[in-house]
């Protein structure tokens, strides 16, 4: 069964071609990455327009690589949330569109289970129940997952999500857009040797980076940050105070649970330090996507839709988009 995936939720425009919700056909993804980092950060009303101009040919590209014809696909996956307004809007309509013009099934999609089915693509095969850390520029969030589309959100961000923070982290030590790659490469020449505090949150499974963000500021404005050994260690030291809460806080929380396995997902999912600190400690399997399944794509759209579809989920052509929609 072949699933076409369209995902526009922020500023990729991507769209995979998936079958049996776990082989990739074609994975297609149009980066704005460039067009934003001149601003610091994802202006709205750009990427909706950059979308435009780019989902239909990407949604070509797909099938293409794909070596599909319509008829070929059982049904369309699309993000209806949450994300951009405008942004999502574009993939929704379009999903829509081809959806009525080709007589094809259309299935919303959740982003943030999208990114727990990146998961299911390839060789790994999740085992019920387990507890997904979804980390990401706009989430941070805890959830017990009992089965196919049985979700319980344990915790969440009270403030700055994970990827928010570090792309305010590497704004703050002037380290560039997007902030989580430049943060993780420059703590690569640095030692995590400076003062910077975690927020425990005892007795909750939420998380909160902003204290942690605002610690940063304060150091840097304090200090001589012209050397640029200063500047890794900085790097070096607030990712490891985020890697500490992340590992520490999933890990209590899985123990309580009782899961069998932890799953990881999300863009800050493709951070190394991230990944090898839970492997280090977790005492359950950790499963990690590929880098490039850790960032907004398609794929795992498709992949989510997959078993939305085994299941008899069909959206109708008046489903709209969700910015503010939650999982669990």
């Not at 405008?86 to 007589?103: D, E, F, I, P, T």
């Not at 507890?131 to 805890?142: K, T």
């Not at 610690?215 to 200063?230: N, P, T």
Request: aromatic residues 6%.
């Amino acid at each position: 069964m072949k699933i076409l995936g369209i995902e526009t939720s922020c500023d990729e425009t991507a769209a995979a071609v998936i079958e049996d919700g776990a082989n990739i056909l074609s994975n297609i993804v149009a980066s704005q990455v460039d067009i934003h980092a001149r601003y610091g950060g994802i202006v709205p009303e750009v990427a909706s327009r950059q979308h435009l101009l780019t989902v239909l040919p990407v949604v070509e590209s797909a099938m293409t690589e794909a070596g599909v014809v319509w008829q070929d696909i059982a049904a369309i996956a699309v993000t209806i949330g949450p994300g951009l307004a405008g942004s999502l809007l574009v993939g929704v309509n379009v999903a829509k569109a081809v959806a009525l013009a080709q007589g094809l099934p259309l299935i919303g999609i959740n982003h943030l289970e999208g990114h727990i089915y990146a998961n299911w693509i390839g060789n790994t095969k999740p085992v019920f129940p387990c507890l997904c850390l979804i980390v990401s520029g706009g989430h941070s969030d805890l959830v017990l997952m009992t089965g196919h589309g049985e979700f319980k959100k344990l915790g969440q961000t009270r403030d700055d999500a994970a990827g928010e923070a570090f792309d305010k982290g590497a704004r703050i030590l002037g380290l560039g857009y997007p902030g989580g790659p430049a943060v993780e490469a420059a703590a690569q020449k640095g030692i995590p040797s400076l003062p910077l505090p975690r927020a425990w949150l005892k007795g909750s499974d939420d998380f909160s980076f902003s204290g942690l963000k605002t610690a940063l500021l304060h150091l840097v404005q304090a200090r001589d940050f012209s050397d640029s050994s200063l500047v890794a260690d900085a790097a070096a030291s607030f990712q490891q105070a985020i890697v500490d809460v992340l590992v520490t806080k999933t890990l209590e929380a899985a123990g309580r649970s009782g899961v069998r396995q932890i799953l990881l997902a999300g863009g800050v999912a493709a951070n190394k330090a991230l990944g090898d600190y839970f492997t280090r400690h977790s005492s359950v399997p950790v499963l990690i996507p590929p880098p490039d399944l850790c960032t907004d794509n398609a794929a795992m759209i498709a992949a989510c839709g997959y078993y939305h579809f085994q299941s008899g989920q069909v959206d109708g052509y008046d489903i709209d988009v969700i910015p503010s929609l939650s999982l669990g």
